[in-house]
T-cell receptor, first 112, second 116 residues
Framework: AQTVTQSQPEMSVQEAETVTLSCTYDTSESDYYLFWYKQPPSRQMILVIRQEAYKQQNATENRFSVNFQKAAKSFSLKISDSQLGDAAMYFC?????????FGQGTRLTINP | GAVVSQHPSWVICKSGTSVKIECRSLDFQATTMFWYRQFPKQSLMLMATSNEGSKATYEQGVEKDKFLINHASLTLSTLTVTSAHPEDSSFYICSYPSDRGKNEQFFGPGTRLTVL
């Protein structure tokens, strides 16, 4: 079975600085998707960024980018120029087919 | 992205009663839908996959008779927690898979269930 591991329960960063959240996963498949979801205090899950495993190029969405290392099964999220609104729980997720498997989450705190 | 609603957003019930949670997609139709449970400070755990017109598929360890799922139409799925107990208190979230492919899911805002 696929598993997703986030080894950082909590992270904090100064406003305007850069922070990297770690994620590793385990799968025997070669074609799959990886996601980072954000869950703010409202509890609404919000898609931050998506990576398709067959693409070598790392995905980027404005201040958010990933470092996808397929051989190492690593998928980290970098948030640049951190803003107070980035404070939330961040979940890494794996998908092959329609089901999502989530990591344990990392609580990100932004210090003003 | 698609809009998904859940009702109610928050419910308190007495132990032994049943509670129904509705999940609606407001701007698209889907034959499949997912129900997740999230305990405090924990991750989302998939409970079941709801299929329109057929029986739901439950994940290992989830009691089918306790968590009744009905996918009544392409825009509505319901989760009924039967004979609720305090340990069923949790945050329940539904999601619909995107019709754009890429395995994306659109999540509802969640329902907080508290069983006294």
């Amino acid at each position: 079975a696929q598993t997703v591991t986030q080894s950082q329960p909590e992270m904090s960063v100064q406003e305007a600085e850069t922070v990297t959240l770690s994620c590793t996963y385990d799968t025997s498949e070669s074609d799959y998707y990886l996601f980072w979801y954000k869950q703010p205090p409202s509890r609404q899950m919000i898609l931050v960024i998506r990576q398709e495993a067959y693409k070598q190029q790392n995905a980027t969405e404005n201040r958010f980018s990933v470092n996808f290392q397929k051989a190492a099964k690593s998928f980290s999220l970098k948030i640049s120029d951190s803003q107070l609104g980035d404070a939330a729980m961040y979940f890494c997720a794996y998908s092959r087919g329609q089901k999502l498997v989530f990591g344990q989450g990392t609580r990100l705190t932004i210090n003003p | 992205g698609a809009v998904v609603s859940q009702h109610p957003s928050w419910v308190i019930c007495k132990s032994g009663t049943s509670v129904k949670i509705e999940c609606r997609s407001l701007d698209f139709q889907a034959t499949t839908m997912f129900w997740y449970r999230q305990f405090p400070k924990q991750s989302l755990m998939l409970m079941a996959t709801s299929n329109e017109g057929s029986k739901a598929t439950y994940e290992q360890g989830v009691e089918k008779d306790k968590f009744l799922i009905n996918h009544a139409s392409l825009t509505l799925s319901t989760l009924t927690v039967t004979s609720a107990h305090p340990e069923d208190s949790s945050f329940y979230i539904c999601s619909y898979p995107s019709d754009r492919g890429k395995n994306e899911q659109f999540f509802g805002p969640g329902t907080r269930l508290t069983v006294l």
